[in-house]
């Protein structure tokens, strides 16, 4: 069966592209995102028909192949870990390690204690979601103090921020008729505070302007001179944070 209507098809294909077509919003623009793993996104209007999204790809496909080649060089293999004693997790830009415990001390399967994480050993099989839990959980306490001035100096009387797994992507915002609220991936507590706080001004200023149009990229500046340094160290050292990738161990 054939359609006219963009949104009726999940994805789009335009020559060697495949693109993911984003669920309709108000939105009245096109946009092409290209994922961290190199996915491509497409976000459209309601109305958009597949002639006029193929036109719009068709005329960006030389962006998209520069930014996949971009993508090419910066993407390196998973990162992988293991639960076992003298691992290194990253924590707010520093790496500590890992130290297996049979002590019971608390509810938390995971505390991070005198320059090393301790992790139940009863957890180990577990270890990643154990991680992604702490990270969510302490890290998230650390992002809504580390939002404030910045929701200050933007003007904004009070943003939240929920912490998740948001896969390839660092944060995710959209403004909302109501309590405004920013996405912000659990893997981002890894990262230096710095690029931390670029990811945090990069989502407040969506919140103004929903596409990375030349008025979005003027929010980021007033609200972070030099952001550029911290989108390019983002993009060079981002290949380096743990996603919940773990070692699959074979069955006894």
């Known amino acids: 069966m054939t359609t006219d209507v963009l ?15 984003e669920p309709p919003s108000d939105r009245k623009t096109f946009e092409i995102v290209v994922e961290r793993d ?21 005329a960006k496909r030389s962006w998209v192949y520069r930014k996949l080649a971009e993508k090419d060089a910066l993407t390196g293999p998973a990162v992988v870990k293991q639960f076992v004693e003298g691992e290194g997790f990253a924590y707010l830009g520093r790496s500590y390690r890992l130290t297996l415990t049979t002590e019971s001390e608390g509810p938390a399967a995971v505390r991070l204690d005198r320059g ?38 933007m003007g904004e ?24 609220r920013i996405n912000i991936h659990w893997a981002t507590l890894q990262l230096p505070p710095s690029l931390i706080d670029y990811i945090l001004v990069h989502e407040l200023a969506h919140l103004r302007e929903t596409n990375h149009t030349p008025e979005f990229w003027s929010t980021v500046a007033c609200l972070m001179p030099g952001y550029e340094t911290h989108k390019t160290t983002l993009a060079a050292i981002g290949k380096n944070v743990w996603l919940g990738t773990t070692v699959i161990r074979p069955n006894p």
């Open 116 to 153: 090393r994480f301790h992790l139940s050993v009863i957890e180990a099989d577990d270890g990643a979601a154990a991680m992604r839990r702490w990270y969510t959980d302490v890290g998230g306490q650390w992002l809504r103090r580390r939002i404030r001035p910045w929701v200050a100096r």
């Open 157 to 180: 009387v009070k943003v939240s921020v929920e912490v998740r797994d948001l896969g390839y992507r660092w944060g995710s915002a959209r403004p909302s008729d109501g309590p405004q």
């Open 7 to 21: 949104h009726d098809l999940p994805s789009l294909v335009v020559g060697d592209l495949v693109l993911q077509v």
């Open 38 to 58: 190199a996915s491509l996104l497409l976000k459209a209007p309601p109305t958009a028909t597949v002639e006029r999204a193929t036109q719009f790809v068709a």
